[in-house]
């Protein structure tokens, strides 16, 4: 009902954390969703670590890059989406308005990636599956369940995203669906002046049985609520939380889980 085979061009698909504080970090999180995890030895003396849930690959942490401490860049989630060709699209990126991060480049036998970002500065992984498609289950308890952009300048992303991705759209002002090939597919929210200086971003959703059982486990855990829990009308209810090492996502325990359909 929610294992994952194959995901269409356009669809997320993989979420991964890299984190200032791994161990700490590896901790919480197999606390938390009830992940096991193994290690990949990835170069440099760093590791991959993958996050497994009902005996399938969830998401993962790595250690934060020597460069990205000298930087003083804070723990955070990535979100990756697959594409057929990361090659072909990225002259397609950067005629929109994105530039490229890094890449493309393959990763092991695992797949070929590259890291976008968009016109209002918020940073997409591009995934082309070989060996490793991906999250192998989604929807269900202690699984991904949604991505979300806050964003800067929501009309400019919409744009980037329909001419890149092909992502079509519906909602309103207030939260904007994304569609890919007839499913469901994420999130976008125009941020406020409230927000102060926070840059456009990308964020997961993790799926939870209990969402204030969630919110004090993660208290207990060294973690922080970030934003308390809130409702989304007809689909469930959310919060914004912050592992013990700084990165934040969502946990969102959800009315009923859409099934995967391939």
């Known amino acids: 009902m929610y294992t994952v085979t194959k995901y269409p061009h356009g669809t997320f698909s993989w979420a991964d954390t890299s984190s200032t504080d791994s161990a700490a970090a590896k901790q919480f999180y197999m606390d938390l969703f009830g992940w096991s995890n193994f290690d990949i030895p990835i170069g440099d003396g760093m590791t991959y670590t ?3 849930h009902q005996g399938q690959n ?3 942490l790595s250690d934060a890059t020597p460069e990205a ?10 979100c990756y989406v697959s594409v057929d060709d990361v ?5 397609v990126v950067t005629a929109n308005g994105g530039q490229i991060i890094f890449g493309p480049m393959d ?3 695992s797949g070929r990636m590259a890291f976008l970002m968009d016109p209002t500065g918020a940073a997409l992984g591009l995934w082309q599956a070989r060996g490793h498609i991906g999250a192998g289950i989604v929807n269900t308890v202690g699984a991904m369940c949604w991505n979300e952009l806050l964003t800067k300048d929501a009309e400019v992303a919409k744009d980037f995203y329909q001419k890149v991705l092909g992502w079509e759209y519906y909602g309103d002002d207030h939260y904007i669906h994304i569609t890919n090939r007839g499913r469901n597919n994420g999130g976008m929210i125009q941020m406020t002046e409230s927000m102060g200086d926070l840059p456009s971003h990308w964020m997961p959703y993790f799926h ?15 973690g922080s609520i970030l934003m308390g829990k809130h409702e989304a009308p007809e689909t469930g209810w959310w919060s914004i ?3 013990p090492a700084g990165a934040h996502f969502y946990i969102m325990q959800l009315i009923k889980a859409d099934a995967w359909e391939e």
Not at 69 to 78: T, V
Not at 87 to 91: F, K, Q, S, V
Not at 208 to 222: H, W
């Open 50 to 52: 993958m996050f497994q």
């Open 58 to 60: 969830v998401a993962a």
């Open 69 to 78: 401490r000298e930087q003083n860049i804070q723990s955070h989630w990535s």
């Open 87 to 91: 090659d072909a699209l990225l002259p």
């Open 107 to 109: 990763v092991f036998d």
């Open 208 to 222: 939870v049985a209990n969402l204030e059982e969630s919110m004090r486990r993660i208290e207990e855990l060294g």
């Open 241 to 243: 939380v912050t592992d």
